[in-house]
């Protein structure tokens, strides 16, 4: 069965409370994402390890009830970070980070490198037979492979989409809205 | 069966000629490689597409027939470029790209992202019964997952060993040294 990937570049989620120590302007909309509601927004931000930083961190929208900042394997051993792979919104054991707006700066245990996860309904996961609560990911190419331990996300208003981060598109050679197989 | 994994960084292997145009003092051994005669130099280039640039990338010694950048999916995209997956030495379709060093530049067809392989020697190849050209490679833990397409290396003094890119190590979550394994 085939799906459409997704890839998560690194990016962050704010509360409303820490947006607001980082940002005197609203939050706005660049572009929306597939995952209805979910979008990019024109507000970036900086986020600092010590010595190191990486800018222009794009914040996703709307605001949640967590602030978060996810990043792959390779901008954690360039910001000297170790955060472990969770479940958005999971956030035991998360690194602390220091995230730097316009406007103020915040220090917050928030960072993590996201699972793999697929966005699907509970309807659309009955019709597929999408049964079980871990599924592995097929890429073909000649940098190709296999994804271990692909989790399903189920929610209502769920764009059907796999969700993957900029290391492992990169390792397959795979890119946004590229095709994969869902295999057992 | 278990293979001890080698993380390959961004590097480059130089012809004598090329050297010499790029550096005035003799190539020095930094840090032997496990493959015999193979070392990381105490020399670093910086490798640049147009307005685009990375430093301190290693020399790799000794010094081959070949002028050759080797990169990672997530350097060509920050370089601008598309390299083909190659195995090394063979630079068809290879893209340009300028080396400097302290004396002087060069701008060669010589960038490559390298295929995964595993070098071996005739005799180990028999012991183990690696009679396949091409093998898959699987990892455990969270983000593990399946590599396919990894090639046999045969040739004569080589140490047993797998040879992936950053890309490939920070999807998977492995590091120089680890033990995965070889599966059909």
Do not use: W
Request: hydrophobic fraction near 30%; aromatic fraction near 6%; charge should be negative.
């Amino acid at each position: 069965m085939k799906i459409k990937v997704g890839v998560s570049l690194r990016h962050v989620h704010l509360t409303e409370e820490d947006y607001n120590i980082l940002f005197d302007e609203d939050l706005t909309v660049k572009e929306n994402l597939n995952q209805p509601g979910q979008f990019s927004a024109n507000q970036t931000v900086t986020i600092e390890n010590n010595d190191k930083k990486i800018e222009n961190v794009r914040v996703i929208g709307p605001n949640r009830t967590y602030t978060q900042v996810e990043i792959s394997r390779t901008d954690a051993y360039y910001l000297k970070l170790n955060p472990p792979v969770r479940t958005s919104g999971d956030l035991s054991d998360a690194e602390e980070i220091t995230i730097i707006g316009p406007k103020g700066s915040i220090t917050r245990k928030s960072c993590i490198i996201a699972d793999r996860h697929i966005h699907i309904t509970k309807e659309e996961r009955e019709k597929l037979n999408l049964t079980k609560d871990i599924y592995q990911i097929k890429a073909e190419g000649e940098k190709g492979g296999i994804f271990s331990n692909v989790k399903i996300k189920e929610a209502p208003n769920s764009y059907f989409e796999l969700h993957i981060d900029s290391d492992d598109a990169n390792a397959f050679d795979i890119k946004q809205n590229d095709k994969v197989d869902i295999i057992e």
